[in-house]
């Protein structure tokens, strides 16, 4: 089974709005990652938030981590149509990252 | 100046046929990794090198044999393709075992006839 899961799965918004994906987890981890996938291409890593970290900051990204209800969360603040992709969170519990399914970001100009 | 990157973008191929697919990086990274991205979009890690030597292998059919003639490379050979390996397979690449951050070739998608 998928060690992280997002939620939603798909979501669509008009380009300005902010976008916010959920992740949960099962066990402990080391640090959490969020990764973008656009269409027909491999991930690119976006953020890592270590253990000890609740929130953090990169851009317009804004990734918070609840350890005690294993769940994070990205946030993208003014969408643009060229954030439309795929989100994935991984999850480090060791020396490999698990990933959840992924939400589909949709922003419409 | 691409920093992973992955040998034929697509392939198309009969059952029971044998194919490899080919991976470098130029990081200078020690550990190397490959995932199956199905068509639900779910992606799993199949192999991870470190240094050319195995370090996981998450209950992949012995079909598969992932091969690493150096730290830069990691090919993975499959054998008598079966229709439920298409999938996009992709290849990734971290500074060492502690996987903070992986970078990730463009992908294959292999279909399976």
């Known amino acids: 089974s998928q060690q992280g899961e997002e939620d939603p799965q798909a979501l669509s918004i008009q380009e300005g709005e902010n976008a916010t994906m959920n992740c949960s987890y099962k066990?402990?981890?080391?640090?959490l990652q969020w990764y973008r996938q656009n269409s027909g291409r491999g991930l690119v890593h976006l953020i890592l938030i270590r253990s000890n970290e609740r929130e953090k900051h990169s851009g317009r990204l804004r990734v918070t981590l609840d350890t005690s209800k294993k769940s994070s969360s990205l946030l993208i603040t003014a969408s643009r149509a060229a954030d439309t992709a795929s989100y994935f969170c991984?999850?480090?519990?060791?020396?490999?990252?698990?990933f959840g399914g992924g939400t589909r970001l949709m922003v419409k100009p | 100046d691409t920093a992973v990157s992955q040998t034929p973008k697509y392939l198309v191929t009969q059952m029971g046929n044998d194919k490899s697919i080919k991976c470098e990086q130029n990081?200078?990274?020690?550990?190397m990794y490959w995932y199956k991205q199905d068509s639900k979009k779910f992606l799993k890690i199949m192999f991870s090198y470190n240094n050319k030597e195995l370090i996981i292998n998450e209950t992949v059919p012995n079909r598969f044999s992932p091969k690493s003639p150096d730290k830069a490379h990691l090919n993975l050979h499959i054998n008598s393709l079966e229709l439920g390996d298409s999938a996009v397979y992709f290849c990734a690449s971290s500074q060492d075992v502690s996987t903070d951050t992986q970078y990730f070739g463009p992908g294959t998608r292999l279909t399976v006839l």
């Open positions: 991984a999850t480090n519990a060791g020396n490999m990252l698990t």
């Open positions: 066990t402990s981890i080391n640090n």
């Open positions: 990081l200078g990274h020690d550990t």
